[in-house]
């Protein structure tokens, strides 16, 4: 590999500014998002739910009260909707839950 030269480096500090300037830009807001839909595929299929309260404890005995996507390690923030990592592109409900929830190291 060789040594990067003081042109080279300008050129590589320059692309990184601008995309550092541009990229607040172009980030996507939890409220921008589409909500997940509990009736999707995907969202059956982790019986998600906007409700954490409405889960049934006889089918999804690994539920935990107190368990909801604000307090899960896959959820991307956001006060009443924030996206999840396992519904890329989608909102969640903060309040909601689904049978991928891992809880938040404390």
């Known amino acids: 590999m060789k040594p990067m030269t003081r042109r080279g480096f300008g050129r590589a500090f320059a692309g990184f500014a601008a995309a550092a300037v541009t990229a ?29 309260s409405s889960v049934d404890t006889a089918k999804h005995p690994n539920f935990v009260a107190g368990s909801n996507c604000a307090n899960c390690q896959l959820y991307l923030g956001g006060d009443e909707w924030g996206g999840c990592g396992i519904f890329p592109g989608k909102a969640v409900n903060a309040n909601g839950w689904c049978s991928a929830y891992a809880k938040k190291p404390a």
């Open 24 to 52: 607040p830009a172009t980030l996507v807001h939890a409220a921008d998002m589409p909500h997940v839909d509990p009736e999707d595929a995907q969202a059956k299929a982790l019986a998600y739910t906007h409700d954490a």
